[in-house]
């Protein structure tokens, strides 16, 4: 059996650990095993599930604590003899793949889940670091077209040398539940409204504030509109504040935090992701997959597409022309809502499927003579 150093970095609840984990769930555990390597300060990791699955958890010491957090990360590498690493940080990943490289890792592997934004500060180090994406890794993996191009280049894509791994869900356990739906609207109060959804932090990457804006808008084109949030992060304050400023505060809820959020993705009415970037973002999918119809930026990938539910709306576009276009799709779609998992299946989306693929990569890697082999 092959054991992988998976490096996990801040792992909270949220996209990468579903993408994670989705892909771990449905590997061939007997052939390929996953080791995770997570910062102490992550709030998200699914320890009992990872355990049950016969993998490993290893914490180390934050990025913040730079060198405690390299010796740690080194000494896991080399005292368990990987042959195979797989980092999920993006830029950052230069760091875990130089350890690899000198603890003597046959086959690293630096995947690109997200770009950034050179405006937000956060990310200022994601572009400081992207020219050096390619030192010591020697597999590139994206999950998208688009994350790969921005973050080793279009001349390394373009060569074949990064492989693409989509964002993948459960299509069978996200496909639209009737009864799911009227029991969650039913215990919320919801049955005579219009829920506008959102799920994700509350940070600038998501444009929250910009979603209040629109929703502001769609609520004086409907009287019975309501926006449900349900995330974390260090804008709420802000939101808030906008909320109030517009006298909507009783057409908001924010519900803060949750884990079981499948059941709102069969309450809602229609999903909003007006973000800054994203790679490709898992919310999106799982969206599309039971039957909502999701209104993307322009600024996400059109890979995110599983469905004809996808629509695409510009961020130089005013708040009150997204309110036009997101209103008049809702209206004519909520009488056929259905699920859409066979659609998410077929365009290449189901991780049951993928995660075998991502297994024979993994293995082919390994009897390649190099440590890396093209991944058409």
């Given at each position: 059996?092959?054991?992988?150093?998976?490096?996990?970095?801040?792992?909270?609840?949220?996209?990468?650990?579903?993408?994670?984990?989705?892909?771990?769930?449905?590997?061939?555990?007997?052939?390929?095993?996953?080791?995770?390597?997570?910062?102490?300060?992550?709030?998200?990791?699914?320890?009992?599930?990872?355990?049950?699955?016969?993998?490993?958890?290893?914490?180390?010491?934050?990025?913040?604590?730079?060198?405690?957090?390299?010796?740690?990360?080194?000494?896991?590498?080399?005292?368990?003899?990987?042959?195979?690493?797989?980092?999920?940080?993006?830029?950052?990943?230069?760091?875990?793949?130089?350890?690899?490289?000198?603890?003597?890792?046959?086959?690293?592997?630096?995947?690109?889940?997200?770009?950034?934004?050179?405006?937000?500060?956060?990310?200022?180090?994601?572009?400081?670091?992207?020219?050096?994406?390619?030192?010591?890794?020697?597999?590139?993996?994206?999950?998208?077209?688009?994350?790969?191009?921005?973050?080793?280049?279009?001349?390394?894509?373009?060569?074949?040398?990064?492989?693409?791994?989509k964002t993948v869900i459960n299509a069978d356990t996200n496909a639209f539940d009737d009864k799911l739906r009227e029991s969650t609207r039913k215990k919320f109060g919801w049955e005579n409204k219009v829920i506008y959804g959102f799920?994700?932090?509350?940070?600038?990457?998501?444009?929250?504030?910009?979603?209040?804006d629109i929703f502001n808008e769609i609520t004086k084109k409907q009287e019975n509109a309501t926006l449900v949030m349900i995330g974390f992060g260090e804008l709420e304050n802000e939101m808030h504040d906008r909320i109030q400023s517009?006298?909507?505060?009783?057409?908001?809820?924010?519900?803060?935090?949750?884990?079981?959020?499948?059941?709102?993705?069969?309450?809602?009415?229609?999903?909003?992701?007006?973000?800054?970037?994203?790679?490709?973002?898992?919310?999106?999918?799982?969206?599309?997959?039971?039957?909502?119809?999701?209104?993307?930026?322009?600024?996400?990938?059109?890979?995110?597409?599983?469905?004809?539910?996808?629509?695409?709306?510009?961020?130089?576009?005013?708040?009150?022309?997204?309110?036009?276009?997101?209103?008049?799709?809702?209206?004519?779609?909520?009488?056929?809502?259905?699920?859409?998992?066979?659609?998410?299946?077929?365009?290449?989306?189901?991780?049951?499927?993928?995660?075998?693929?991502?297994?024979?990569?993994?293995?082919?890697?390994?009897?390649?003579?190099?440590?890396?082999?093209?991944?058409?």
């Amino acid at each position: 059996m092959l054991r992988i150093a998976v490096i996990a970095g801040v792992l909270h609840s949220g996209g990468k650990r579903n993408l994670i984990m989705e892909y771990y769930r449905h590997i061939d555990r007997t052939k390929v095993q996953y080791d995770f390597i997570c910062d102490s300060d992550s709030n998200g990791i699914p320890e009992e599930e990872i355990k049950a699955l016969g993998g490993r958890v290893y914490k180390v010491a934050p990025y913040k604590n730079l060198i405690i957090h390299l010796k740690d990360t080194y000494k896991i590498l080399k005292e368990n003899k990987y042959e195979v690493m797989h980092a999920f940080d993006n830029t950052l990943n230069i760091f875990p793949m130089f350890l690899g490289r000198i603890a003597g890792v046959k086959v690293r592997i630096s995947e690109s889940i997200s770009k950034g934004d050179k405006n937000e500060k956060k990310t200022l180090i994601k572009y400081a670091l992207r020219p050096f994406s390619h030192w010591f890794a020697n597999c590139y993996m994206a999950n998208s077209i688009d994350c790969g191009i921005w973050q080793f280049g279009k001349k390394t894509y373009d060569k074949g040398e990064v492989s693409i791994f989509k964002t993948v869900i459960n299509a069978d356990t996200n496909a639209f539940d009737d009864k799911l739906r009227e029991s969650t609207r039913k215990k919320f109060g919801w049955e005579n409204k219009v829920i506008y959804g959102f799920i994700g932090r509350y940070v600038p990457q998501k444009n929250p504030l910009f979603l209040i804006d629109i929703f502001n808008e769609i609520t004086k084109k409907q009287e019975n509109a309501t926006l449900v949030m349900i995330g974390f992060g260090e804008l709420e304050n802000e939101m808030h504040d906008r909320i109030q400023s517009y006298g909507i505060t009783d057409r908001v809820m924010n519900l803060g935090r949750r884990d079981d959020i499948n059941q709102f993705y069969n309450a809602f009415d229609t999903f909003l992701l007006p973000s800054l970037y994203e790679g490709m973002p898992v919310v999106g999918i799982e969206a599309q997959c039971a039957g909502l119809p999701i209104f993307f930026s322009k600024n996400i990938t059109e890979e995110t597409t599983a469905s004809e539910l996808a629509h695409y709306i510009g961020l130089e576009e005013s708040p009150v022309i997204w309110a036009d276009k997101i209103v008049k799709v809702v209206e004519d779609y909520m009488p056929k809502r259905r699920s859409y998992a066979a659609e998410v299946k077929i365009n290449g989306f189901d991780s049951k499927s993928e995660a075998l693929r991502m297994q024979s990569f993994y293995l082919a890697q390994i009897n390649s003579v190099d440590g890396y082999e093209r991944n058409s």
